[in-house]
Structures are given as C-alpha cells and as structure tokens.
C-alpha cells in the first residue's frame, strides 16, 4: 500500500471507479478522538473491500503530514482504493493506495435537525464505502422537500441511520438504538462505550418507524458532531432535551483523543 497526496497521471480518479473505503475523522492538537477505532475500521473494511489490510503506521503518517497545514480543528478524509481497478475484473489481486485530505473544521455548531424517513438501505452497510450516490441523492430529495437530511427505513419497516449518521431515541430515560443493518459508526461506539460504563441506561432493539411518536427525544451522532438534537421527524416532532444531549456527549467524551 503506498500512500498519494496528488492523483498520479495514469491512476484513474476513484471518483470514476466508485470502488474503495473510507472513513473520517477529526484531528485537534495531534489528537484524534477514537483513532483506534477508525485504523480498524479502516483495515477491517480493507480485507472486506480488496481482501488485504492496511499499515496503521503508513496511515498515521499521511495524516500528520495532512493536518501539518492546517490551523486549528481539522475534518480529516482517509479514502482507500486502488488504481488499477477494473470493473471487467473485479477479483483481480490489487495493490491498494491511501489518499488523506484534510480541512479546517467548521466552527460554528450545527442547528438541531429536521428530518424525514425514506425507504432505503444501504449497499453492504457494515462498511464505510465510496458508494454514496443513493446517500446523498435520498439526502437531496430530503432538502428540496424542505427538511434538514433523511432518516432511512429497511424494507421491513425498521429504522436503521440516517444519511451520514447514526441514530438513537430516549425510551423513557432509556437510551434505544436501532439494530437493523447500518454503519458502525465510531461515533455511536464512543457514546455506547461511556453508556456501559454508567452513563445512562441503553439498549439496542429494533425500532419501527411506527414506534417514532413514542419516543420523546432523538439524537444523531458520527464522528465529527457526537450529538446533534433531531426535532423533526416526518409529522413527529420532539422537544430538545439538553440535559440528555449533554450527558450522551459526555459519554462520547469519555474516551480520551489518541496521538496520530
């Protein structure tokens, strides 16, 4: 595996192949919350994707160096593919590569949401891919419909994440997360892993989209915002619970920021 900060001449732009992994991150001071968790997902997703795993110490490298120019906060995007990928053989053995860019992270805080359901399940969802077509168009149909971003429900009615986001309910004072298929985000690890360790009661049942009204808060979480208040979702609406959002956030916070 060989890392690329620039796409060489005669690499086709992964962009045009849609084949390769990812994931992303946020990187202060050197430090990346949860760092060990996207170094194997990104290895896990490696065998899965290209049936070979990844050098943590190649990707800890391109993220320094990545982050080296930016000031402050940086949203950081490890993508792994290969170059020589051909749709007409898909089961070749491949060499793989990393491309690493990084960008100032945003400084204002993101608004609570409002969102609607959209019949719609993801590609292999336990993996972080490059396929986000059907994500981003659900998340656009969404937006021209007025709403923030979409909340995606599986062929049998349950509710699995949202677009780029995991998702979770308060049952009472009883945090619930869906378990249809979604992407493991680390974000949600973050959270869960302060919950087992007191922070608030949890469990993880399927959630129809029939049983929304019953709920009386909502959260979506990822990497880069742990814990953002949904108001909205289709015709139910829910008050914002700050208290619950500042403890699921300490939770998240728990886990202390790794050295790149």
């Avoid at 949860?34 to 896990?44: K, M, N, S, V, Y």
């Avoid at 986000?132 to 979409?150: K, S």
């Avoid at 469990?203 to 959260?219: I, K, Q």
């Amino acid at each position: 595996m060989s890392t690329q900060n620039d796409l060489q001449p005669n690499h086709p732009r992964p962009a045009l192949v849609s084949y390769g992994h990812f994931t992303a991150l946020r990187v202060e001071d050197g430090r990346a919350r949860g760092l060990a968790r996207h170094l194997e997902r990104l290895d896990r997703d490696s065998r899965i994707v290209f049936g070979r795993g990844i050098d943590e110490g190649q990707v800890r490298a391109a993220i320094r160096a990545a982050v080296a120019g930016v000031a402050g906060p940086a949203v950081v995007k490890v993508t792994v593919h290969a170059p020589a990928f051909d749709r007409r053989r898909p089961e070749a053995d491949l060499d793989t590569e990393i491309m690493v860019t990084a960008e100032p992270m945003p400084g204002e805080v993101p608004p609570p949401l409002r969102v609607r359901t959209a019949g719609y399940q993801r590609d292999l969802p336990q993996v972080k891919h490059v396929g986000t077509f059907g994500l981003l168009y659900q998340r656009r149909l969404a937006r021209q419909a007025g709403y923030d971003d979409v909340l995606f429900v599986a062929p049998d009615g349950q509710v699995s994440e949202g677009c780029t986001w995991n998702v979770c309910f308060l049952d009472g004072d009883k945090v619930v997360w869906p378990n249809s298929p979604a992407l493991p985000g680390v974000g949600m690890a973050l959270i869960q892993s302060g919950l087992n360790r007191g922070g608030m009661a949890h469990e993880t049942r399927p959630v129809l989209a029939a049983d929304l009204a019953g709920f009386r808060a909502a959260f979506a979480t990822n990497a880069l915002t742990p814990v953002r208040p949904i108001t909205q979702i289709d015709d139910v609406k829910y008050e914002i619970d700050a208290d619950a959002a500042a403890r699921l956030l300490r939770c998240h916070d728990l886990t202390a920021g790794e050295r790149v």
